[in-house]
C-alpha cells in the first residue's frame, strides 16, 4: 500500500470541518503489524525496516495495526531534520545501522490509524480513526502529534519555530491509499535571510558564466559554509552578479570551515563583502534546503548580519 499525500495549496483552510497538524521533516512510513511482526514501508512500498531497528518493536506487543507517519530525527538544535537521517536511509550493515540508532535516534510520529485488530478503518472519517489512534496511548519512540483546531495559529507558531509547515485535513475524510487529495493540504514555509557571498560556480561547460553562489553566515568564529545557491539566478541575474565579482577574487576560500569538496570543486574564491538575500525552506539548519536567489542587498554590510 502507498501513503495518501497531500495537494499543496496557498491559503490555510478556516472552520470546523478542518483539523491540522505539523508537517514534519522526516521519512515517510507505513507500519504494518502481524502477530508482532512490525514491517515498515516508504512512499515506494519499499521494505525500509531494517533500517529503524528502534522503531521495530510494536509498543502494543501482538496487536494487530497499520499506522501511517513520519519517522525524525531531531538535529543538535533540536529540530526534526530530514538530513540527521539520511545517512541512515541506505545502511543495510546491522553494525553501522545499530551504531547510527544509538547515535542519532529516531522518532515515529504516528498520525494516522488505517487498521486495527483485523478492521480496516480507511473508510472510517479522519476524526474517527484520529480518536481511535489517540485511544491506543502510544509513547515514547511511537508518539502520536497533536492536532489543532486553528490552523493561522499553528501556521505562524511553526514558522516562528523553523519547523517545516503545516498540513491541513478535513475531518471528514476517508483515507485514500497512493491518491494525492484535496482533502488534505500542505504548506510549507519558507524564509528570506540575508547571507554573505564568499564564491561562485560558472555554467557547466563555460568559465565565465555565473550559475551559482556560495554563500554564508557571518559568527563570532567567523564566516560559516551555509550552502551553494543555483535557483534564481538566470541570465540576467547572472550577468549583474559577474559584474559584482569581477574585481572581488582571493586565493583561498573566506569560510572559516571546510566547504564539501562537491562544492568547492570549480569555486572561484571572493572577498567576503557581498550580501544577498535567499529564500530559503526551513530555517535553523547547517545548510540553506532548496535555496533560491532573491537578490543582492546593497544596503547590507557583513558585520551588519552579526
Known sequence: MRPMLATKATHVPTGEAWTHEVKWDGVRALTDVRDGVVR???????????????????????????????????????????????????????????????????????????????????????????????????????????????????????????????????????????????????FAHRHRLSYVVGGWRPQEGTSDRLAALLVGEPTPDGLIYRGRVGSGIGPKQGAVLTELVAALGRADSPFADEVPRVDAQGTRWLEPVLVVDIDTHGRGYDRLRQPSFQGVRADLAPEDLL
Not at 541512515?88 to 546491522?94: A, L, Q
Not at 515514547?140 to 523553523?162: E, I, K, R
Open 40 to 186: 515498515m514501508t516508504s512512499r515506494n512500498e519499499n521494505n525500509i525496516t531494517v533500517a529503524w531497528p528502534e522503531l521495530s518493536a510494536s509498543p502494543l506487543d501482538g496487536r494487530d495495526l497499520l499506522v501511517d507517519g513520519e519517522i525524525i530525527a531531531l538535529n543538535d538544535r533540536g529540530l526534526p531534520d530530514f538530513r540527521t537521517l539520511q545517512e541512515r536511509m541506505h545502511v543495510r550493515n546491522p553494525k553501522t545501522i545499530a551504531r547510527l540508532a544509538d547515535a542519532v535516534p529516531a522518532i515515529y510520529m504516528v498520525f494516522d490509524l488505517l487498521r486495527l485488530d483485523g478492521t480496516d478503518l480507511t473508510g472510517e472519517p479522519l476524526e474517527r480513526r484520529r480518536e481511535l489512534l489517540t485511544g491506543l496511548g502510544l509513547d515514547g519512540s511511537w508518539q502520536v502529534p497533536a492536532p489543532y483546531d486553528d490552523g493561522a495559529m499553528l501556521f505562524d507558531a511553526t514558522l516562528q519555530q523553523g519547523l517545516e509547515g503545516i498540513v491541513s485535513k478535513r475531518r471528514a475524510s476517508t483515507y485514500r491509499p497512493g491518491e494525492r487529495s484535496a482533502h488534505w493540504l500542505k
